[in-house]
């Protein structure tokens, strides 16, 4: 080997990464584009399903929520990187053979649909035929965007218990419980049986991602490693009491008062729901994301 080839060597890892890599900011990053991608899709569900007089102010909320949290998403996901001026070599120089780099123009492209359905609302030159379009649009994006972050995550080496068809359902569930609760913040005015669809959404999506959660929590056996990480939250382990926590605050109590809302029409426990099923995602998806990295890499 040459001696300038030696002294032009570029060390990219000497030594592996202790600790915590992906901390609160992906936490964020992952709920803030659940809230984001759900808005997009239970909205599109309920433009799809009720008249404007139904869902007032329906078609002006999905931008401006949707706008919001995907610059949130962006933001923290560009505050995570090390060099995050490299983000642009993503555009420059693309390799659609990545997730991130999919994933980042996906996010983009449909951040600037949403962007102009937000411009069009506000200021009243949208018509339903161009609006509508977008909306279908910014819909099909949405899928994928909310998914792609399973497939990073399951490329991630050594992270047995992130599995990408599992996570690809606890995303999905994580965007409909998301969007319905930031959406029934908005119904005070809605119908009631508008109100009542928010509800069994956000049910159905939190019963069945306390489910996952607990196939994965009990039937996580196939590698020491899965065995080892939820060791972490079994049997009294160090994030015991925070996970059962976001199951609880998250999933539970919100699948339980969102069937209430849906038997007695009540807007405020739908609003309750709502309120707990956001926070304990947060926590839900925190521990998730934090127990596989308490274990060695080597």
Do not use: C
Not at 89 to 98: A, G, K, Q, V, W
Not at 208 to 214: A, E, G, I, Q, R
């Amino acid at each position: 080997m040459h001696a300038e080839t030696i002294n032009n060597a570029i060390v990219t890892m000497d030594v592996a990464l202790p600790g915590i890599v992906w901390g609160w900011m992906i936490t964020l990053n992952l709920w803030a584009k659940s809230i984001a991608t759900g808005s997009i899709l239970v909205g599109a569900f309920l433009l799809a399903r009720y008249n404007d007089k139904d869902v007032k102010g329906l078609k002006t909320l999905i931008p401006i929520v949707a706008f919001i949290f995907l610059n949130i998403f962006l933001l923290f996901t560009l505050l995570d990187l090390h060099q995050p001026l490299r983000m642009i070599n993503i555009f420059l120089h693309p390799h659609f053979t990545s997730a991130i780099t999919v994933g980042a123009w996906m996010a983009t492209v449909l951040t600037g649909i949403i962007a102009f359905m937000a411009y069009l609302v506000y200021f009243k030159k949208e018509t339903n035929g161009i609006y509508n379009t977008l909306l279908k649009a910014a819909v099909v994006l949405a899928v994928p965007v909310t998914l792609y972050t399973a497939a990073i995550m399951g490329e991630a080496s050594a992270r047995e218990l992130w599995q990408t068809p599992a996570e690809l359902i606890q995303m999905a569930l994580a965007a409909f419980v998301a969007g319905s609760a930031v959406l029934a913040f908005f119904s005070g005015s809605w119908s009631k049986e508008a109100k009542r669809d928010l509800a069994i959404i956000l049910a159905v999506a939190a019963f069945l991602s306390f489910t996952m959660y607990m196939g994965e929590y009990y039937l996580s056996f196939k590698s020491e490693e899965a065995e080892a990480t939820l060791a972490y939250v079994q049997a009294g382990g160090s994030y015991h009491t925070l996970f059962w926590i976001g199951q609880v605050v998250g999933y539970i109590l919100p699948f339980f008062i969102a069937l209430g809302a849906i038997r007695n029409g009540d807007g405020a426990l739908l609003k309750l729901a709502a309120i707990l099923a956001l926070v304990g995602l947060f926590i839900a998806k925190h521990v998730w994301l934090i127990i596989p990295q308490l274990l060695a890499l080597s």
